[in-house]
Nanobody, 124 residues
C-alpha cells in the first residue's frame, strides 16, 4: 500500500502562483509514474499532467500547458506541481496519484493510489 499526501493548496489571486507538493510512501517511489488531476465542484475529474518515473518526460493537459510544470525529487519521495498564471477556472481540488505501471500513462484508471487532495481557489 502506498500512502499519498498532497499539500500546498490555498487561496490565490488570478495571475498568481502556487506550488503543490505530493509525498508518497514506499521504497519504490523512483519507479512510479506520478500524475496530477483536479476536480471542480459539479464537474468530472480532469487530467492535469503526468511525469515519468525518472522525470525525463512530462505531459500536460492543453488547459494548463505553458502555465503548469511537474517536477520530482526521488530522493525525497516527492513530486511537485508548479502552477503559474493561475485563472479562476483552475479552482478545484487537486489530487496526486501514483501509477505502478511501467508504461507512461495519463488515464486515471491506470493510477493505483490516490491522495485526498488539496484545495486550490483562484479569485478573480
Amino acid at each position: 500500500q502506498v500512502q499519498v499526501v498532497e499539500s500546498g493548496g490555498g487561496l490565490v489571486q488570478a495571475g498568481g502562483s502556487l506550488r503543490l507538493s505530493c509525498a508518497a510512501s514506499g521504497r519504490s517511489f523512483s519507479t512510479y509514474g506520478m500524475g496530477w488531476f483536479r476536480q471542480a465542484p459539479g464537474k468530472e475529474r480532469e487530467f492535469v499532467g503526468v511525469i515519468r518515473w525518472n522525470g525525463g518526460r512530462t505531459y500536460y493537459a492543453d488547459s494548463v500547458k505553458g502555465r503548469f510544470a511537474i517536477s520530482r525529487e526521488n530522493g525525497k519521495n516527492t513530486v511537485y506541481l508548479q502552477m503559474n498564471s493561475l485563472k479562476p477556472e483552475d479552482t478545484a481540488v487537486y489530487h496526486c496519484a501514483v501509477s505502478t505501471s511501467s508504461r507512461f500513462v495519463s488515464d486515471p484508471d491506470e493510477f493505483d493510489y490516490w491522495g485526498q487532495g488539496t484545495q486550490v481557489t483562484v479569485s478573480s
